[in-house]
């Protein structure tokens, strides 16, 4: 019997097991997930991409946002009202992956906030909109070796299974039984828990909707965020490029309708910036 079993190793169930461990050494947790260990995951292929230790960021550039706007970078104010303690609990999970990484010069963006403003007014009279944020930038190759030292750290103090998909979740003697369809060796056994939590990511969105019907659980619709990459000469956005990125491929691409108007919609390349709008250039 285990104190919490935690569908799914993505940084939610990372940082569920750490911030757990912190709290009570002795808890017995079990991670599972349907995906494989990070260092058997094909960066290019299927189901790897977003599957396995690390979740769906494992491959990504770790871009972390430590912003309190809410116009930018999610909707977990909707759930802490406390905007003190949503800063702290930003600054831990910040605090944390600079714990677990080799690499300590890692910069954050958008700190300069003076000359964030002049940008600002700057693009406001070009009607476009800046959105602003504080970005710890980890870059993919560290994102990937922080990763690694969380499992390294984790591996002898909580049970991770990996290639094993949940089927179920049923309360059962004031606790939970979890079925385990076990993907190397094709068969099916159970564990029970304390404790379950769902952290399956938006892989796991079919599964999470069907426990929390049979669970008589409500569900409610929140934002998708789709980014969209639009790319410029180097001139054009000097001086965002200078104070916010260190590295930048540029290229104009016009309207398809309008070709003197270049759609602005676009986060940069290592960057806390994001502009909405467009403009005539
Ligand atoms: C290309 C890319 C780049 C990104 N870049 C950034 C970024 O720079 N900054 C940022 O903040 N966010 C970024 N994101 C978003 C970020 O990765 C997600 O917000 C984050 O991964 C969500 O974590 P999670 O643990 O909730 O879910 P996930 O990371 O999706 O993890 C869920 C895990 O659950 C497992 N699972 C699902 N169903 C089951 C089941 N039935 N049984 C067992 N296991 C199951 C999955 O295999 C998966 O490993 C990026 C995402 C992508 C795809």
Known sequence: MYDIICIGAGASGIFLALSLLEKNANLKILILDKG?????????????????FGGAGSFSDGK????????????????????????TLMNKVDETYMRFSDKKDIRVYGDADRDIEKIKMRAGRAGLHLLSARIRHLGTDNNYEILKNMFVYLQNKVDIRFLSEVCFIEPKD????VGIRDLANNNEYQASSKYCVLAPGRRGMKFFKKVAKDLGLP???NQVDIGVRVEFWSH??????????????IRTMP????????NLSMTLLGTARQWQGSAML
């Open 174 to 177: 004031r606790g939970f039984t």
């Open 255 to 262: 309207c398809l309708f309008q070709p003197n108007l270049h």
């Open 219 to 221: 569900l409610i619709n």
């Open 64 to 87: 972390l946002v430590m912003s309190i706007e809410r116009e930018y970078g999610g909707n977990l104010q909707d759930y802490i009202h406390d905007l003190n303690l949503f800063q």
């Open 36 to 52: 494989k260990a990070l260092t058997d995951r094909n960066r290019k292929k299927g189901a790897d991409v977003v599957e396995g």
């Open 236 to 249: 054009v956005m000097d001086i965002v490029i200078t104070m916010t990125v260190r590295k930048l491929q």
